[in-house]
């Protein structure tokens, strides 16, 4: 009768195969070299883990004491863009850097990263120049002299070695099968016996609801950051409003009492005054010919596809002191497909919530903001 947990590696299950294959080659490792340089390696590993750890909790403290220093610095650098027209990278930086400004996850998230990228190289320094370190010659030497029982007790160190990288292994997975639990590749890992028993021996009674639980979450509020960053970009390209654009937009909303008024009244005006410019659609599909217009371009000929209307709606709310973004994705296009499309989100603080409305369909209907909005309009996303 075979051992159970040889049925998937005969059957080929790779996560399986593969943790063997590091226990398996750490104990050739450890053979190879010894019982001393086994200790040596044994101990390199310790370290290591050390140092890791060592280098996140220092890296923890200085992301979270330089992160608000870090948004004020760039808040006040965004204050002073160049006052002319930005290059495709020009944009595709400020883009950047307003993120980062913006989204507090996100600029916590560079700021760990770099932090521990310092944190490490500064520990391993401050280790070697303490701990100093053996010549490769003399450990050549050591390795050749080993004998029968000393390369035994090597190979015993090296499955020990072997099952640490194992463990390393499987805590990696285990927080991939966390983040995306109903995936194919979640199925696939769990199916190995060795991953399934490592899991709940190991990692769950060490991490707790930690990875499982609170990981995602994060994951989550990172994402809905990156994704955002799609959205600035238009912030960038616009933030110069024309005088003419900013007094219609003033005389548009004349005799609004709240964020929300403005917002529709603007919303009817661009709906209704700017019509779809069926050539420019044309033009693209048969020639590929794009021509990308300002919001002052389809200001002054009225006309535009739905990403100008978009623009043009952004320009003219953000002109009256709304918080308005332009979100790209797709769009229904009522014969049971989608399209590539445009609208935007408002802010209305009386309500304390961003609401939808797409300037582009206001004459097939109400679209500011409608039951089931997210049905038909699906944003674009980073990751």
């Given at each position: ?24 080659l750490s104990l050739i490792q450890g053979w190879r070299r010894g019982a ?101 010659s003399s450990l050549r030497e050591q390795e050749k002299r080993s004998g ?236």
């Open positions: 009768m075979k051992p159970s947990w040889l049925e998937p590696v005969l059957h080929w299950n790779g996560v399986t195969v593969f943790l063997i294959a590091i226990v398996l001393s340089r086994s200790v040596g390696a044994l101990f390199g590993l310790i370290v290591d883990g050390i140092l890791t750890v060592a280098g996140i909790l220092c890296s923890l403290g200085l992301a979270m004491w330089l992160s608000p220093k870090v948004q004020q610095w760039l808040a006040a650098y965004m204050e002073h863009l160049p006052q002319r027209g930005l290059s495709g990278i020009e944009q595709f930086y400020y883009t950047l850097v307003a993120g980062l400004e913006g989204f507090p996850l996100l600029r916590f998230a560079v700021l760990f990263m770099l932090s521990y990228a310092v944190a490490q190289f500064v520990l391993r320094a401050i280790y070697v120049m303490v701990v100093g370190g053996r010549s490769d029968f029982f000393s390369r035994l007790a090597g190979a015993g160190i090296g499955t020990l070695i072997g099952g640490a990288r194992a463990v390393m292994v499987i805590a990696l997975l285990f927080i991939g099968v966390s983040l995306y639990p109903d995936s194919g590749f979640s199925s696939y890992v769990q199916a190995s016996p060795i991953y399934k028993q490592g899991a709940q021996s190991v990692i769950e009674p060490l991490s707790g609801t930690l990875i499982k639980d609170k990981l995602p979450v994060f994951t989550q509020a990172v994402t809905k950051e990156l994704n955002g960053i799609l959205q600035r970009k238009y912030e960038m390209i616009d933030r110069d409003i024309p005088n003419d654009i900013e007094q219609a937009a003033t005389k548009i909303t004349q005799g609004a009492s709240d964020d929300e008024q403005k917002a529709r009244a603007l919303y009817q005006w661009v709906g209704t005054r700017i019509s779809y410019d069926y050539g420019k659609v044309e033009a693209y599909e048969q020639r590929g010919d794009w021509h990308e217009q300002t919001p002052r371009d389809t200001f002054d000929t009225r006309k535009g596809v739905c990403i100008d209307y978009a623009r043009l709606y952004a320009v003219m709310a953000r002109s009256q002191g709304l918080q308005v973004k332009v979100v790209t994705g797709l769009g229904y296009n009522g014969q049971g497909g989608y399209g590539s499309h445009a609208w935007n989100e408002v802010y209305l603080s009386g309500q304390n919530q961003w609401v939808p409305l797409d300037p582009t369909w206001a004459q097939s209907g109400d679209w500011f903001n409608p039951p089931g909005f997210a049905q038909t309009h699906i944003k674009d996303k980073v990751i």
